[in-house]
């Protein structure tokens, strides 16, 4: 699988599965790359939480409300991941061949 949602879009345009007129990425889904980058987003944001300083009170409110910005970034990864493989395991197993069939014709 290709590292990231832009190199997966250039493989399918030069494997001519997409083209810009047609522009539709649907049968081919973007699940997991969503799902990588709202777990990037979210690793980064507990990175930056342990670093925050709790010092004075104004430090406390802001360690407070990026404490919320990650639960809002996880719920978003669980729905993601959730959708992605419980909305149909049919669906789930023909995307994974077609990216199969994908990487196997390039």
Known sequence: ??????????????AGKVT???ASLK???LAPY???????MLTGAFRRWRVLPEDTPLDRIRKRQHE????????VLAHRSRTFIHRS???TRRLVAGIRSLHRSL
Not at 69 to 74: E, K, N, P, T
């Open 34 to 40: 969503a799902i990588q980058e709202w777990g990037e």
């Open 68 to 75: 919320q910005s990650i639960l809002f970034m996880a719920g």
């Open 20 to 22: 810009a007129a047609e």
């Open 89 to 91: 395991p049919a669906r």
């Open 1 to 14: 699988m290709p590292p990231n949602r832009h190199a997966f879009l250039v493989e399918l345009a030069k």
């Open 27 to 29: 049968p081919f889904g």
